[in-house]
């Protein structure tokens, strides 16, 4: 643990020298392209073939880092949450509603290089990758009211168009940053990422109802402070 979030302080080969420690706090703005022609499993009780249209409002997200330099390449650790609200649910079975979430928490482990050729004084430009898990994609459509949002499922008694959520599901991001020092210890940085959850599926807790092979792929721009140590 030492050897990976504290300073190094052995004198070892340049390549492989640990360089700096860092962390780094970020908020930023969230885009979740639109739904279309979702197909679901033993959730409509009245029309079972139907599909559904969902189009989310802007979001934000937040994010903590904990990371390590070596040399021009870092490694990172990420706990990230996003967050858009629901703009829209439309089907030619369902009444259209405005009202709802999508949340998503996740964890990544990012690989970064830091290019001399795009360093520039104090500021300077990196791009990386990532692979992870969602530890939770959720949701929320309760806001739907009328006979059609709380008929039971077929031979449950759980309500449909309420909340649904997924868990454990693989995760993978690209991104491109910029970084700008301001004292030996802080920086300010921006970084434009990609975040991709592919073919989730959306379960109520009952596990009768699910949205199925959803694709959710959020653009996010993020800001943030970084302090090395």
Do not use: W
Not at 86 to 102: F, M, P, Q, R, V
Not at 193 to 215: C, H, M, P, Q, W
Request: net charge negative.
């Amino acid at each position: 643990m030492f050897l990976f979030f504290g300073t190094s302080v052995f004198a070892v080969d340049d390549d492989v020298r640990l360089d700096k420690s860092y962390i780094k706090l970020s908020s930023g703005y969230v885009h979740i392209p639109d739904f279309n022609n979702i197909s679901t499993l033993d959730f409509d009780p009245t029309f079972a073939s139907a599909v559904y249209d969902i189009a989310y409002e802007p979001g934000i997200s937040y994010q903590v880092v904990f990371g390590n330099t070596f040399k021009s390449f870092a490694v990172e650790i990420s706990i990230d949450y996003i967050e858009v609200g629901l703009d829209s649910i439309k089907s030619d079975t369902l009444a259209n509603y405005n009202d709802g979430d999508l949340s998503i928490t996740f964890f990544l482990l990012n690989y970064l290089y830091h290019p001399s050729f795009l360093e520039f004084g104090n500021f300077s430009m990196y791009v990386g990758g990532g692979v992870g898990m969602a530890y939770r994609v959720d949701l929320d459509t309760s806001s739907c009211t009328g006979s059609r949002c709380s008929e039971p499922l077929l031979g449950t008694t759980a309500t449909t168009f309420k909340s649904f959520t997924n868990e454990k599901r693989a995760v993978y991001q690209y991104l491109i940053g910029g970084n700008y020092v301001l004292t030996d210890s802080i920086s300010i940085f921006s970084e434009l990422r990609n975040i991709f959850f592919d073919e989730v599926s959306l379960t109520l807790d009952s596990g009768k109802a699910t949205y199925k092979n959803i694709d959710i792929n959020p653009m996010v721009t993020t800001i943030g402070l970084k302090y090395d140590f």
